[in-house]
């Protein structure tokens, strides 16, 4: 069996979403003549598994961790220390993407708090928070001329993963594949500052200069990366796994409210459910639904953003229930079980192209998806290739399909889900699996040289 050499510092047991592609690819390549060789980091803390745990699900290969030197776990440890206590847990729970509150915050240590968040994120955390991982080198360089790999996978973010793979492929001339799950220099969440986004630009071309090709998500990306490297770039979006999901019939209790769900992060302004807010109080002031005709879960991080959003709409406050995060499986179930699920994307227009992880676990949900957000990105188009759901901008919008729910609700038990079970299953964590391996197959019939 042909071997791949996986960097990835994203992997179970961590708990993040970008988790779960690697280890997912790294399950399924062994059906397709590929065997797994991971590089990874061990968990230094409980920073990304105080709410449960990913299962490393490898059925052939071998998984080599190293220390785990993230800055974040750096700061994660400061925060039980005094006298720095105080600066570092203002430092750790400034929320990301949130100019309104930086500027609105009279809190001076909340203030003082997102300054330094600013600071760490712009010049300490440059090109990214795993940058020491650089020092583990040595390590993974005698890892990887003991497994002689055929061809070397890097995942991003962080970034620092292809950096590690660039110095690996020029030294040992193995030909290099670097996946972008998110952009680097052109990443619309952390948008650098003049002088060091001209340096970031120099940093990613040098580092990718050996690639043999590139992956990514989406076509919208695939071009950006293109324009930048002038590389080939192959498509491969991120999906859902079959085996990861409850066998339960859907939810059917006519007499019970319309049960909405949301899992994952909620950020203000750019990814938060006022829409759906908006709309739900309309119908309650016009008498048309009554406060416990819908609820809805929100299960994640940043629903303090949620708590603070319904003051703007207090009708719709008895409707809401606060679920907190919860262990991935749980989570799972919890889509299972929905009536609807509520996807927000980013409102940003230069995440048009980005496909948030949530989309795909919620086409193996097979339930109702109502999605927010811009109506020219990729989600969109998924949804309407699928037919799981519906996208929508406006809050007007959003009243014609409660109604429907509502209606199918008390008929039916449960709103109907219509999706294509054939167009869906392209979006398989296997059938992913198995495109990969034939990209990682081509690039190791061609020609390399670093």
Request: a positive charge; aromatic letters at 10%.
């Amino acid at each position: 069996m042909r071997k791949v050499l996986i960097v990835t510092y994203w992997y179970p047991p961590k708990r993040t979403i970008g988790a779960l592609r690697p280890a997912k690819w790294a399950k399924y390549l062994p059906e397709f003549g590929w065997e797994p060789i991971v590089v990874t980091v061990e968990p230094h803390s409980d920073l990304y598994m105080r709410h449960g745990t990913l299962a490393d699900e490898l059925r052939q290969g071998r998984v080599y961790r190293t220390r785990d030197l993230s800055l974040n776990e750096l700061l994660y440890a400061t925060r039980a220390l005094s006298p720095v206590r105080g600066f570092a847990r203002a430092l750790s729970s400034a929320p990301e993407n949130n100019p309104e509150g930086r500027l609105k915050s009279r809190n001076p240590l909340r203030r003082l708090g997102y300054l330094a968040y600013w600071v760490y994120k712009q010049f300490i955390c440059f090109p990214d928070e795993a940058v020491p991982w650089l020092l583990e080198y040595p390590k993974i360089e005698r890892i990887a001329r003991e497994e002689r790999p055929e061809v070397i996978l890097s995942s991003s973010l962080p970034n620092t993963s292809h950096l590690i793979a660039s110095l690996l492929s020029r030294r040992l001339a193995i030909p290099w594949m670097a996946d972008f799950r998110d952009l680097w220099s052109q990443n619309h969440v952390l948008p650098r500052n003049v002088l060091l986004r001209w340096i970031e630009v120099l940093l990613e071309k040098k580092t990718i200069e050996p690639a043999a090709g590139l992956i990514t998500v989406s076509e919208p990306l695939k071009r950006q990366l293109e324009q930048l490297h002038g590389k080939p770039t192959y498509v491969i979006p991120n999906g859902f796994d079959p085996e990861d999901f409850p066998n339960e019939p859907p939810p059917s209790d006519p007499s019970g409210p319309l049960r909405i769900v949301y899992t994952g992060s909620v950020y203000p302004v750019h990814r938060d459910p006022r829409t759906l807010f908006a709309a739900l109080q309309m119908m309650l002031k016009e008498g048309k639904i009554r406060s416990r005709d819908v609820q809805i879960d929100f299960y994640g991080r940043r629903l303090n953003v949620v708590w603070s959003l319904l003051e703007s709409y207090p009708d719709v406050r008895p409707m809401v229930r606060f679920m907190g995060e919860v262990p991935y499986e749980e989570a799972l179930k919890a889509q299972v079980s929905a009536d609807v699920l509520l996807l927000l994307e980013w409102t940003d227009p230069k995440a048009k192209g980005v496909y948030t992880g949530k989309v795909f676990e919620y086409l193996g949900a097979k339930r109702p998806i109502l999605s927010v957000g811009p109506t020219d990105g990729v989600i969109a188009e998924l949804l309407q290739e699928t037919n799981a759901g519906v996208h929508v901008q406006h809050a007007e919008e959003i009243l014609p399909w409660l109604h429907r729910w509502l209606d199918e609700k008390r008929a039916f038990g449960c709103p109907r889900w219509l999706g294509d079970p054939q167009a869906i299953g392209r979006y398989s964590r296997r059938e992913q699996a198995r495109y990969l391996a034939e990209v990682l197959s081509s690039v190791a019939k061609g020609a390399f040289s670093a």
